[in-house]
């Protein structure tokens, strides 16, 4: 294919506002990367987001390279009460499910868990299983991203470019984005709660249901903006939250 043919004004719009869209639709993916990322030792945190974000990459081009499988997942398998379930529904609730499962496991552990210092020897979490976590994810993520990039290209060429260079910018960013969640507690614990906001939705979505993305992203819009008046009022005041909890040590009677 002609390269020239691809650099029309037409093609170039799609891919700058591809592009963006990718980004906005990556920031829970990142936030769950680091997350995740945040509970391997120091030395393999940045190798564990670098890892998630090159598994979505490669997610989003397979996927697109997939189109015609894409399709065909709107094809209903079976039809339950009267609702035909898709092979799109079986993904949307299975990855809803695990966000809302993984999401309200992490906010109990922050909350009620043990205090700082204290080694949790019954869970040992390592780079390969972050990374599985993360691959399963992906594909969730990815879905919406591809759906997005089919409705508003024509050319593969130009949606795989916009894929590449939103991830790009990502991985440029993911350190910065991580650490600033992980110093600030109160950010990851609004940042989990986005996560249950997510999984939820695609829950509803699983069932034919339409929730207006435009609603979903003012909310935590606004979500975002309170935080940030909350952290220039809490300034030299962090608020710690609580490392995994120990069932052995918090079975033990007080004395």
């Not at 990815?142 to 991830?167: F, H, K, Q, R, Y």
């Not at 950010?187 to 609603?215: C, D, Q, R, W």
């Not at 992203?217 to 005041?237: C, D, P, Q």
């Amino acid at each position: 294919m002609d390269i020239t043919s691809l650099l029309t004004v037409e093609n170039l719009i799609a891919l700058l506002t591809l592009t963006a869209l990718e980004i906005v639709l990556g920031i829970d993916n990142i936030v769950f990367i680091s997350i995740l990322s945040d509970k391997l030792p120091k030395h393999q945190q940045s190798a564990g987001r670098k890892w998630g974000l090159g598994l979505a990459l490669g997610t989003r081009i397979l996927l697109l390279l997939s189109l015609n499988w894409i399709i065909h997942l709107e094809d209903p398998l079976f039809t339950i009460f009267g609702l035909g379930v898709t092979g799109r529904d079986l993904i949307l609730w299975s990855g809803g499910l695990f966000l809302i499962g993984k999401s309200t496991i992490e906010i109990h552990d922050k909350l009620e868990g043990k205090e700082p210092g204290h080694e949790d020897k019954g869970r040992k979490v390592t780079l390969t299983s972050v990374i599985i976590q993360i691959g399963l994810l992906d594909i969730i993520f990815s879905l919406d991203s591809v759906i997005t990039a089919v409705g508003m290209a024509n050319e593969i060429s130009v949606m795989i470019l916009a894929v590449v260079i939103a991830i790009g910018i990502m991985l440029w960013a993911s350190d910065a984005i991580s650490k600033f969640v992980n110093n600030h507690p109160t950010v990851k614990m609004l940042a989990l709660s986005f996560l249950l906001l997510i999984g939820t939705n695609l829950l509803i979505e699983g069932f034919h249901i339409e929730i207006p993305k435009g609603y979903i992203y003012f909310a935590m819009a606004f979500s975002v903006f309170v935080e940030i008046l909350n952290l220039k009022a809490r300034e030299g005041t962090p608020v710690k939250l609580h490392q995994a909890i120990n069932l052995e040590t918090s079975s033990e009677p007080e004395k």
